[in-house]
């Protein structure tokens, strides 16, 4: 059975229980941010439950994205993942904690949370704050996160290919967000994500 598939437009102050064997997907495509600070929590009760997260932020003018997304295995075999990307530009700001615990139940767990930001203004800036509990063994567990600006040697190398630089920025700003695309089935999704892309690029300056 396919997983279920979640499409949203915030990352939500909520919690979301997992019961055994349940697989959900959960699609963020977040361009509007908002005042102080979200918590989302995923706790994953049943044996075998599994969760993905995938959010798209996409950061202008003043826009303000700051959430603490809290995982929890609290049973044998449970997953629970986490794959954001960010490009901010203007005066946009965005904060993430992820705060990743197995439970001594959780063996058998597989866990990660990774956030990537891409910096296009000097004004823009991001923080990202990843921490694993873990209280069991024979388990999976990682994170990964990273705060930067346009690769200047993959510029360099598109420039001189015949590329204008706004075109060359685009490209890899695109590349940027494809990389976690693969991940989605629905193709539907894929392509609302990559026209947001688009405009979004559009009304950003070099």
């Known amino acids: 059975m396919p997983n279920k598939i979640l499409f949203i437009d915030t ?31 995923i706790n994953a009760q049943g044996r075998g439950a599994s969760c ?4 798209f932020i996409l950061g202008t003018d003043n826009s303000s994205f700051d959430a603490k997304i809290q995982a929890i295995h609290a049973a044998p075999k449970t997953q ?3 794959r954001i990307r960010s490009a901010l530009t203007d005066k946009s700001t965005c904060s993430i904690e992820g705060a990743w615990s ?11 949370f990774a956030h990537h930001t891409l910096l296009l203004s000097a004004n823009a800036s991001a923080k990202t704050a990843p921490f694993l509990e ?4 024979d388990v ?3 994170h990964a996160a990273s705060v930067g600006k346009v690769d200047a040697d993959a510029l360099f ?10 075109q060359a920025r685009a490209l890899l700003v695109q590349g ?31």
């Open 11 to 41: 990352i939500p102050d909520k919690t979301i229980t997992l019961k055994s064997d349940e697989e959900i997907v959960i699609v963020g495509l977040i361009t509007t941010g908002w005042p102080g600070v979200r918590h989302l929590t």
């Open 52 to 55: 993905m997260c995938i959010f």
């Open 80 to 82: 629970i993942k986490a």
């Open 102 to 112: 197995i439970e001594k139940e959780g063996h058998g767990a597989d866990t990660y």
């Open 134 to 137: 873990i209280k069991t063994d």
């Open 140 to 142: 999976k567990a990682g």
């Open 157 to 166: 190398y598109l420039l001189s290919r015949g590329l204008s630089e706004q």
């Open 176 to 206: 940027f967000f494809e990389t976690e695309l693969g991940a989605i089935d629905d193709e539907e999704i894929k392509n609302k994500i990559r026209e947001a892309v688009t405009t979004f690029l559009s009304q950003t300056k070099s």
